[in-house]
């Protein structure tokens, strides 16, 4: 709840049995891949970019921690860094994977919560999915999915569905299930007509493929145009596939279409393979092949690389025989130079895509590509010396000249996998690896100028936290907070010495207001009640830090009695400080007689 608003025992009780009921080692397992390690559990951190399993996640204690970049907290926590959510909205999640009914949301939040977009996403897909199995609208729907041989198993498994063209079919669901307008609109489900007058379906004679996360909760949709639609017959057709809009909830540049699927398959088999459509997906998943997935009609690009690592370490992408190594290699390439992934190319044989392929030829090809996949470079390297090994001198430096541009993309100024990388390409164009390194540094300085002459956008303005932005705490408030927090029973007495604007850093000052609130409001001021009042989450995550810490006190009693002198020493040295000035301001001879006075003797 926000900072002053009451907190009942009720709300208390519900939160820690919610977090009771959710267990960490299983929480954080719906989102990574953990294995065992002693008493504890270790997997890649997704908070930054982990090299090795840097993650502990804790049964005994129910909590996480990464060693490498030290973010730490409880179940509540994995969920709001994870998500990108508020203390809110993961104690929703949480309570709905629980089957915890949470009565009285609070009414001040701002904007949707993600529990609300997930199930009107999870609504519409069934809106949707009803209508393409059981209804006479999607009569030619099924027709064209036959015909791609997508059998009914396998579109039922990805939860495959239907959106009319008739214009108001979704929204005329929706008002008689009393889902709210303005949310779907959100979502990007409905349009609003022009001037207000009512919404219209944005998704129309289309097949529509549910976007699901690793978890399985739908976050979006991609729709395919029927071929027979009479909407392709207008001057301006529409796309063939149309996606969701950009939300909270969905960005098309992230999703992986059938990771949920595809999970299991990648941690046994140790890689994903990457396709680039939805039916290649379904038609691999069909034949037994079930660690593929497919972008979003997008290039692969970081934000994917690190969904992926919390999975697996290497990576095929998929080609056909034609167009492979034109359509996102580069790109591939540049994300590949900076990020610790095994990332390889595999093409198809016969210029055929995957869908055509397994239909004409079965699994088999397929799964020989995939092992004859190459590294990235080396795939690079190949084309690029196929086409311009015959161009003499001024073939090999326009070769040379590509690859080091893709290269100086890469943020580290030198590491081992670049060195390697300069190397092969040395040897491969017959070049020295000096003037191969001076030309990068040369790319590197001009991406650099061009980055620095690019407006960058004001961090104020976006929100960036006053208090997480503040100095370093002065010690004396540090140890103060972390002995409140691992010993409530102290609370009391702090609350009666030390004044909350004697903590002049703001996060601290804001947990130590919190705790005495929950004092004078009867409720015990320890760590979880506080996590209802602290709806910023790196506060909480300091909180955490900061009990833990306080927790290796022998004696808080005697480490408190000397942190309240040290504020009782600041508050004296102030007065006397103020006393001081008051005599150098005074007017008049007695006047500055009586101040000083008061400065020999405190209390007079």
């Not at 041989?149 to 008739?166: E, K």
């Not at 969701?244 to 999703?255: D, G, M, R, T, V």
């Not at 290649?280 to 690389?305: F, K, Q």
């Amino acid at each position: 709840a926000a900072l002053g608003c009451p907190l009942t025992e009720d709300r208390v009780a519900l939160t820690q049995r919610i977090k009771e009921a959710n267990d960490i080692v299983d929480v954080v397992g719906s989102y990574l891949n953990l294995r065992p390690a002693g008493p504890t559990f270790k997997g890649l951190c997704p908070f930054h970019d982990d090299q090795r399993p840097s993650l502990d996640v804790d049964p005994r204690r129910q909590r996480f921690k990464c060693w490498a970049c030290g973010k730490f907290g409880d179940v509540f926590n994995f969920v709001q860094e994870f998500e990108h959510i508020g203390f809110l909205e993961a104690r929703e999640l949480l309570a709905r994977r629980a089957g915890i009914t949470l009565e009285n949301l609070e009414k001040n939040r701002q904007g949707p919560s993600r529990a609300s977009m997930l199930d009107v996403m999870r609504w519409a897909q069934t809106q949707f999915q009803e209508c393409l199995l059981d209804t006479p609208h999607a009569e030619a729907a099924r027709t064209y999915l036959g015909e791609r041989r997508l059998a009914g198993d396998i579109v039922r498994r990805f939860g495959l569905g239907f959106a009319p063209g008739t214009g108001e079919w979704l929204v005329g669901k929706a008002a008689n299930a009393g889902m709210p307008g303005d949310l779907l609109e959100t979502l990007g489900l409905i349009g609003k007509r022009d001037e207000g007058r009512g919404y219209y379906d944005r998704f129309r004679d289309r097949v529509m493929f549910p976007i699901r996360d690793v978890r399985g909760q739908t976050v979006g949709f991609g729709g395919r145009i029927l071929p027979s639609s009479p909407q392709l017959q207008r001057d301006n057709p529409p796309p063939k596939y149309y996606n969701s809009a950009e939300s909270s909830l969905f960005s098309k540049s992230e999703q992986l279409y059938g990771v949920d699927q595809a999970r299991d398959a990648a941690t046994k088999t140790g890689f994903l393979a990457i396709v680039e459509g939805y039916t290649d997906v379904m038609m691999a998943h069909h034949h037994g092949v079930t660690n593929v997935v497919a972008t979003m009609g997008t290039a692969l690009n970081a934000r994917h690389i690190k969904k992926i690592r919390n999975l697996v370490q290497r990576v095929v992408l998929v080609f056909d025989a034609d167009a492979g190594g034109d359509t996102g290699v580069d790109r591939a390439l540049e994300v590949f130079v900076s990020q610790d992934l095994d990332l390889r190319v595999a093409t198809l044989p016969e210029g055929l895509d995957p869908c055509d392929l397994f239909v004409a030829q079965g699994p088999e090809p397929f799964r020989k590509a995939l092992e004859q996949a190459v590294d990235v470079l080396e795939y690079k390297l190949q084309r690029v010396w196929a086409s311009e090994a015959s161009q003499g001198l001024e073939g090999q430096r326009r070769a040379a000249e590509q690859m080091l541009t893709i290269l100086a993309a890469a943020p580290q100024e030198r590491s081992v996998k670049l060195e390697l990388m300069v190397n092969r390409i040395a040897h491969r164009l017959n070049l020295k690896e000096e003037t191969l390194w001076q030309r990068l540094r040369e790319l590197r300085a001009k991406r650099a100028d061009t980055a620095a002459a690019t407006p960058r956008p004001n961090m104020a303005e976006n929100g960036e936290d006053e208090q997480l932005r503040s100095a370093v705490p002065a010690r004396h408030e540090r140890e103060l907070l972390e002995l409140l927090l691992a010993a409530p029973a102290l609370v009391a007495k702090a609350s009666a010495e030390v004044a909350p604007d004697e903590v002049e850093h703001p996060g601290l000052r804001t947990m130590l207001d919190g705790l005495y609130g929950l004092h004078a409001e009867g409720l015990t001021a320890d760590l979880d009640h506080l996590h209802g009042r602290l709806d910023n989450e790196r506060l909480w995550i300091a909180a955490l830090r900061l009990h833990d810490e306080g927790a290796a006190q022998a004696d808080p009693h005697s480490a408190y009695a000397k942190v309240a002198a040290r504020f009782r020493e600041r508050r004296e040295g102030r007065r006397r400080q103020e006393l001081k000035n008051q005599v150098l301001a005074a007017n008049d001879h007695d006047s500055a007689i009586e101040i000083l006075a008061r400065l020999r003797n405190p209390n007079k």
